[in-house]
């Protein structure tokens, strides 16, 4: 938690967006090394079977007892094995989350184990580079556009993978390396938006306004 959090920032953001932000801690293996067992790809490969969506769930609750939180706008944010995470809570508590946003991560190869049917608002970065969770996919692993392909499916969006413009979001890679795809027409006025980062890696360096528009496309997403 401590690792991803150096990472993404996330918490350079809370005065100023005005937001609480939990950073839980996922399980250790046995050599010392935490996961989230989000799918049967990623990442128990001990098979523990710990049961972390229900855990997560427990954990967001307490929170709410303890803050003040709008339930209406609850959001998830992952990289990696938390991307699959991430997307493994809306696959089954769909109806709690407002949007999640993800980084070089995926979701079940069997649709069907994406039980909630309640539209969430997704945001989903990955780069082309990437030789972890490849970006076309794996065996049982969906690819970035499959993914998006999905949850489009799921939220009933109407419009198809329509190119919104571009960003500049890594300072290794000249101009504008960031290709905007939407998928619009979405129920619940939910949104669809995919950021493919030619060029970059499983982890890449990104600029910090990144974490910055990602956090203002979550938090301007609300359940209805």
């Known amino acids: 938690a401590t690792l991803q959090e150096l990472y993404m920032m996330l918490g350079n953001h ?7 932000l939990l950073v ?6 046995s050599k010392g090394e935490h996961f989230w067992n989000a799918t049967e790809q990623c990442c128990d490969g001990e098979r523990s079977g710990v049961d972390d969506s229900g855990y997560l769930q427990r954990l967001i609750t307490k929170v709410e007892a303890r803050y003040a939180i709008d339930s209406h706008r609850i959001s998830l944010y992952g990289h990696s094995n938390g991307s699959f995470m991430a997307h493994r809570l809306a696959c089954d508590a769909g109806g ?3 949007g999640i946003a993800s980084l070089a991560g995926s979701t079940f190869a069997d649709p069907t184990f994406c ?3 309640q539209p969430v608002s997704i945001l989903h970065a990955h780069g082309t580079d990437d030789a972890t969770i490849p970006y076309a996919g794996a065996p049982n692993i969906p690819g970035a556009i499959a ?7 799921r939220d009933g969006c109407t419009g198809t993978d329509v190119r919104n413009g571009a960003l500049d979001l890594s300072p290794l890679v000249p101009g504008a ?3 905007v795809l ?3 027409g979405c129920r619940d006025s939910t949104e669809v938006v995919h950021w493919r980062i030619n060029g970059v890696g499983h982890i890449p360096f990104l600029w910090p306004r990144a974490t910055s528009l990602a956090l203002d496309f979550l938090l301007a997403h609300r359940r209805q």
């Open 24 to 29: 839980p801690e996922g399980t250790a293996n």
């Open 96 to 98: 709690r989350f407002s």
């Open 177 to 179: 390396d960031t290709d």
């Open 115 to 117: 039980e909630d049917r």
């Open 147 to 153: 993914l998006m392909e999905h949850w489009s499916r």
């Open 182 to 184: 939407s998928w619009t």
């Open 14 to 20: 809370v005065s100023k967006k005005g937001f609480v």
